[in-house]
């Protein structure tokens, strides 16, 4: 996909985060996409706490954050916008997220063929290389209302 | 908020209250993310059954319309999570150690229900299986199963 312009999937990625409701609740910021990889923020939001003891968030808003993402690798690995849908999603959580900051995730296509696109994702804070949630994906391309 | 106890106590302490009353709501209302999502619980029969009411900050795909796939994740983990709270005799607040979610069907813009159900009880470790389904429960909109650690830390 290499000869593909930037720019080109920058747009198709950005005009699809339009349509996605759940990501503004969140108050999810599109970071970066790029060629086949897109990152996102998740701001840290007292409504999105899991343990109201520790403050830490909840894993389904991270969750949540990491399948928007991985599915806008895949958005921002292809030039020619089709509606894609979530086959799976594995989800490792390594550790809690530091109350009071962003989580970034950082979601990768790294295969693309005629009906499935395969995609890696991590969750951190500081560093990509220190590692909250590690998410494994593979998404439906071409799905007509929103069927595998 | 209809928390019981709100003011005092930890977050097991509380839940241990709200166990002891039948409290279901209370035990969710606890938790801020799960207001966020509209998660209510109730008994049905026998099985404890998690329901998030619709809303439109959960659509995912505007055009369609169709539940954001995170919710359907969320809903999956609080489900089981909800079935552990619930069952176990001591209350060990689970961490989700991993979770995998099948995706079935496009989640329609209306309430959607959920059970877990445990399918291994270790010493350390309880395996859940979930389902997710709306208006017709043999037609899952998704299914799920995770591990959970279950140690006092």
């Known amino acids: 996909m290499a000869d593909l312009d930037d720019d080109v999937k920058r747009k198709f990625a950005n005009a699809a985060a339009r349509f996605v409701p759940h990501n503004e609740a969140l108050g999810i910021r599109i970071v970066d996409i790029v060629d086949g990889e897109a990152v996102f923020e998740l701001p840290y939001d007292a409504k999105l706490v899991g343990n109201p003891d520790t403050g830490a968030l909840h894993g389904g808003a991270i969750t949540a954050m990491l399948d928007g993402c991985s599915g806008f690798a895949v958005f921002a690995s292809m030039t020619e916008r089709v509606p894609i849908a979530t086959l799976d999603l594995r989800i490792d959580y390594l550790k809690a997220a530091e109350p009071g900051r962003s989580v970034f995730g950082r979601a990768r296509c790294y295969k693309l063929t005629r009906n499935v696109a395969f995609t890696r994702a991590v969750a951190y804070q500081d560093n990509v290389d220190d590692v909250i949630a590690h998410a494994v994906g593979t998404f439906m391309l071409s799905t007509k209302q929103g069927k595998a | ?153």
């Open chain 2, 1 to 153: 908020m209809t928390t019981p106890d709100a003011s005092a106590g930890t977050l097991i302490e509380r839940i241990t209250a709200a166990k002891a009353s039948l409290d279901f709501q209370g035990m969710i209302d606890l938790v801020p993310y799960a207001r966020f999502l509209g998660l209510t619980a109730a008994m049905q029969g026998d099985e404890l059954i998690t329901t998030m009411r619709f809303g439109d900050h959960l659509i995912g795909n505007r055009s369609l319309p169709a539940l954001h796939g995170g919710t359907l994740g969320a809903l999956l983990e609080s489900a089981a999570i909800y079935e552990l709270l619930w069952r176990s005799e001591t209350i060990v607040l689970p961490k989700t150690i991993t979770l995998t979610i099948d995706f079935l069907r496009s989640g329609a813009p209306v309430d959607t229900h959920a059970r877990g159900v445990v399918t291994r009880q270790g010493r350390r470790v309880t395996n859940v299986r979930m389902e997710a389904w709306q208006a017709d429960r043999s037609a899952p909109v998704a299914t799920a199963h995770a591990i959970f650690l279950v140690m006092r830390s």
